[in-house]
């Protein structure tokens, strides 16, 4: 009897101890296998730039060439159908440039204004205390070169750069404005070729050919759409182009360079938006432009038409251009005392 209770108690202690057995876990040979859940994924969200009515803004009057520019880019942009935004050209003259260019940065931050950019971007906070300089704007690209021309009446004796400069005597050379594009040009062809100069500076391009015309000064710089069919029509004689290489617009006038003289002098024509735009805004804009100047379109309504020498650069290197052109451009006006 004591045995078959002694083996009555051993079975119960075995059962409750299997009971409280933990369930068994994998062995490291046998790695427990994870339910796999699908993460769906989000969608990409679309972009929201532009939420509102962009501004194409010309910092001269309607005409000139800020305004050329950025009309032209709009028309071709709806033409082409490069984008749906709505696009206002905006004009805000004055101060050289000074009043657009406060008129955008004054809305930092907002990619809804894309500004017209040309020499005066540097050449004004240079000389005028406008309180802000290029480099509080963002560059977006530069779309081409607009370069200066060397010209002479087609009725004086000189034929080659080498005749002006063996001139002998002080050359008038007139240009438009004081520190201007034509001023720099001018200064540089003193200083590197030794071409004694006095400047004369006139009120628009239109006084400067007048003057030329009438044997009133000896040379004249200006850019080729000013003067090309006084060119064709044999009136003036070019002697030089400030680009880096001959144009395919005017492939028979030598560039200075290839004559022995680095001067090296053109107003860049380029689009700004204001300081601070995000990463989206710049995307949307290079790419609508790359676009723009691939068309043929832009090719035969804006480079052809005004003479203007392809140099697209996208922002970044456009900025570091800027930098360049800031550098030429402080150093000259410095040497003419109009920086103040």
């Known amino acids: 009897m004591k045995k078959l209770l002694l083996l009555i108690f051993i079975l119960t202690l075995i059962i409750v101890g299997c009971a409280q057995e933990p369930a068994s876990q994998p062995s490291e040979e046998e790695p427990a296998v994870e339910a796999e859940v699908e993460e769906e994924e989000e969608p990409a969200e679309e972009s929201s730039f532009p939420e509102r009515p962009i501004e194409f803004v010309a910092s001269y009057a309607p005409g000139g060439g800020h305004d050329t520019l950025m009309r032209t880019m709009l028309k071709i ?15 805000k003259p004055g101060g050289s440039g000074a009043v657009g260019m406060a008129y955008v940065n004054g809305h930092a931050g907002d990619g809804h204004y894309l500004m017209a ?36 009446n087609a009725e004086s004796d000189y034929e080659t ?95 200075f360079k290839e004559l ?9 024509r380029g689009v700004m938006a204001p300081g601070g735009v995000s990463d989206e805004v710049v995307a949307y804009y290079t790419n609508m432009i790359e676009e723009l100047v691939a068309t043929e379109e832009w090719q035969k309504d804006y480079i052809e038409r005004n003479l ?30 109009l920086i103040k």
């Open 117 to 152: 950019a040309t020499s005066s971007l540097i050449t004004t906070p240079l000389t005028s205390d406008v309180g802000l300089t290029f480099r509080d704007l963002t560059p977006i690209a530069r779309l081409g070169i607009d370069p200066e021309l060397l010209l002479v």
């Open 77 to 91: 942009i709806q033409d082409e159908g490069i984008s749906d935004a709505s696009i206002n050209v905006v004009n």
């Open 161 to 255: 750069l080498d005749d002006l400069i063996n001139a002998g005597k002080v050359l008038n050379i007139g240009g438009t404005s004081t520190g201007g594009i034509e001023h720099i040009a001018a200064i540089k062809l003193q200083i590197i070729a030794g071409v004694d100069i006095n400047y004369i500076p006139y009120q628009g391009d239109g006084e400067v050919v007048a003057a030329l015309m009438g044997n009133q000064i000896d040379m004249v710089f200006t850019n080729p759409n000013s003067a090309i069919d006084y060119i064709k029509s044999g009136d003036f004689r070019p002697i030089a182009i400030t680009t880096e290489e001959r144009v395919d617009l005017m492939p028979d006038i030598p560039t």
């Open 260 to 268: 022995g003289y680095d001067i090296v002098v053109n107003i860049y």
């Open 308 to 337: 203007i020498v392809e140099g697209y650069l996208p922002g970044e290197e456009f900025g570091e251009y800027l930098e360049e052109v800031y550098l030429l451009y402080e150093e000259t006006l410095t040497e003419l005392g």
